[in-house]
């Protein structure tokens, strides 16, 4: 058993060394290729709508009660993260700035369809 583990990992090493000389070899032949990964991978990472659309609404109903009163949506980039809040409540992790706006912008504008007055604020709180 011992044996099989040494084996899975001296290959996955092998395949990992592999995958980052092949992508060092193109980020240096293309230009904006890492820029490219790193929005595909934020993507990938994205929160499901469903579960999303019930954060934003729970986020909406917890501190805004009363007609006209403002909902902020958040995108603020903190250790190379952008986070983005509704009201303070955790909606979601991005890797790139235009994947956090364009999350941002998606739940405003949602929360505009339900009749609510929003506030979008981007970078420090």
Not at 84 to 112: H, I, P, W
């Amino acid at each position: 058993m011992a044996v099989e583990k040494t084996d899975l990992k001296r290959r996955v090493l092998a395949h990992e060394q592999i995958l980052q000389a092949l992508l060092a070899q193109i980020a240096e032949s293309r230009r904006g290729f890492l820029d490219g990964m790193r929005d595909r991978l934020a993507r990938a990472g994205d929160t499901p709508a469903a579960p999303e659309s019930r954060a934003i609404s729970k986020a909406a109903s917890m501190s805004v009660n009363a007609r006209g009163a403002s909902v902020v949506v958040r995108s603020a980039r903190a250790h190379g993260v952008w986070h983005v809040t509704c009201n303070d409540v955790f909606l979601g992790d991005y890797l790139s700035e235009d994947a956090a706006q364009s999350a941002a912008f998606k739940a405003a504008t949602e929360l505009r369809q339900e009749g609510r007055s929003t506030e979008v604020v981007f970078g420090a709180r």
